[in-house]
């Protein structure tokens, strides 16, 4: 069994990881909003292609103020970019926090799982030789998979 990762965070990292992550999500508190399912699926989205659009649109409605249709705020317009390019840049940081944490908790969890069934499969030979204590463990282990059932084979 290749071992990709072997890491132990201290405990003092973790706490203060958690601390900086509590400050950052108190700071943001007041400034952001959740949506919901159905909000996030109906409203348009900024994406790549759309900031250098809403950009220029934000220089134009600025110098040519008489094209900006009455319903438009100005000054809410202004304060929605604004918003925007300063919580992307955030975004794109936590992003890459965030995939980073994901994939190395995924990495050391497969390990872990691997281990783990490894050890399973171990006790389980050594219950069929009738091992001491071997039987208890087993049992009490095997509960993990009795609910799944046998998956059946793409022959039945």
Do not use: C
């Amino acid at each position: 069994m290749e071992n990709r990762i072997s890491i132990e965070i201290p405990p003092a990292d973790l706490q203060a990881i958690k601390a900086a992550l509590q400050q950052v999500q108190g700071l943001l508190a007041p400034h952001v909003i959740a949506l919901t399912p159905e909000q996030r699926k109906t409203i348009p989205k900024m994406s790549d292609g759309t900031e250098p659009f809403v950009d220029k649109v934000m220089d134009y409605a600025i110098n040519n103020a008489e094209f900006l249709p009455p319903f438009v705020s100005q000054g809410e317009l202004q304060k929605d970019w604004n918003a925007t390019s300063n919580l992307l840049p955030l975004l794109r940081m936590v992003d890459q926090i965030k995939d980073n944490m994901s994939d190395t908790a995924m990495l050391a969890g497969s390990e872990a799982y691997v281990g783990a069934l490894s050890y399973y499969n171990s006790v389980k030979q050594a219950a069929k030789v009738n091992a001491p204590d071997a039987k208890a463990i087993y049992e009490d282990l095997r509960k993990r998979f009795e609910k799944q059932g046998r998956k059946p084979s793409s022959n039945e």
